[in-house]
C-alpha cells in the first residue's frame, strides 16, 4: 500500500447494488486497519505524510502542518549559513517561513498546476489602444478616434491563468528529439531539454528571494545566489526525502 493507494480511503464509497458480495478474506484491510496504518504513518513521518496529504488536497491543515513542520527544520539547520546567522533574532523565524512556504509551493507543483497569468495580471483581459473610426449618422466628416478598450487576453484565453506544464512536451517530460529523428528516420522521444524531464516549469527561486526582501534588506541578490539558494534547495529535497520515507513506512504497515 502506497501513499498515492490510500488516497480512495479519504473519500466515501458508493453503494454496492450488484449481488457479488464484498471480500471477506483475511488478509483483506478493512477501514478500520487503514486508519490504524495511516495514524502509525503520521506518527512516524509526520512531515512526509503531511506534506503528501496537503499537496493533493485531502487537508488544508495537513499543508499548514507540513510548512510548521519545515520552517522548525530551517531554523534547526539555518545557522550553518552565515548569510542566514547574521539575521536578528525576531527576523529569523520570518524569513524561514517565508523559505518553508515556498519551498513547499514548489513542492506542489506539477504539469497539472496553475498559475496567474503574467499577460493579463490574472484578470482575462488587458488593455489596448486602437484607432476606431467615428461616422455621425446625419453625414458629416469621419475621422479616427484613439481609445482604450479591454480585450480578451490571448496567453489564457480570457481564464487569468495558465497552465505550469512545459511548453515544448505539454506535461509528458519527453518530447521527439529532431536530431535523433533525422539519423534514424523514425521519431525518437528522449528527455524534455526545457523542463529536465520533470514535465513542468519549477517556480522561480528569485519569488522567494523579493518575498523575504519585504521583509529584511540585508541579503543581496549575489548572497541569495551563493549562500541561500543551495540551502532553499536543501529544503525542497527534503520535503521528497520526507515523503519518500513516509511511502516506505505505510508500505510496511499495510504490505
Known sequence: MSLESSVK?????????????PATASDALSGTDMMGAMGLTQSLAPLGYSAFMGKIGISKNDATRAVSLLQDIALKTCDKVAALRKLETDIKPIVMQI?????????????????PCPSCQASGFIDAEVFTMKAPLSGGIRRNVREVVRLKCHQCDG???I??????????????????SEEQGVPVLCDCKRCGGRGYERMPSTDAYN????VTDVLSL????KT????????????????????????KVAR
Open 211 to 214: 518575498a523575504v526582501c519585504l
Open 9 to 21: 480511503f479519504h473519500f466515501p464509497k458508493t453503494q454496492n447494488f450488484t449481488s457479488m458480495p
Open 222 to 225: 549575489d548572497t541569495w545566489k
Open 99 to 115: 523559505l518553508a512556504t515556498y519551498a513547499y509551493l514548489d513542492h506542489c507543483q506539477s504539469a497539472a498546476s496553475k498559475k
Open 159 to 161: 481564464k487569468g491563468v
Open 228 to 251: 541561500v539558494k543551495p540551502f532553499y534547495d536543501q529544503l525542497i529535497t527534503r520535503l521528497e526525502i520526507e515523503e519518500g520515507y513516509a511511502n516506505s513506512v505505510l508500505a
Open 163 to 180: 497552465s505550469s506544464s512545459c511548453n515544448d512536451c505539454k506535461g509528458r517530460g519527453r518530447a521527439v528529439s529532431r536530431k535523433l
